[in-house]
């Protein structure tokens, strides 16, 4: 068999050489010898268990202290006995023949 591998690959070069051993694949394949090369893998061993928890480790450092939110005014909003400022806001809209008509009404904004 070496002999017709040793022609192919003279014939067709290195692809002749793979196609030669991968076409003899199972008559060049043998028992393992006494040449000292490693043989086939063996079966899959027994699983082993999980080791045990481990300590604790050290506990890092406190954070920053967090900062209060800023005091946001607040505002009242309304339409009867205005202290503060009024707006006159769009409240409702509504399309009659094409033509958009709009409902307003004043609003008070007061601190």
Known sequence: ????????????????ALGAVSF???EIKGEQGSTGIQGAP?????RGTDGGRGSQGERGRRGKKGKAAP???SYDLGTINCAGTGYEVVTDATVVKRELRLSKEVICISR
Do not use: C, E, W
């Open 1 to 16: 068999m070496p002999l017709v591998t040793s022609v192919l690959a003279l014939v067709f070069g290195f692809v002749g």
């Open 71 to 73: 005091k946001l005014p």
């Open 42 to 46: 063996g079966q899959p061993g027994v």
């Open 24 to 26: 003899f694949a199972d």
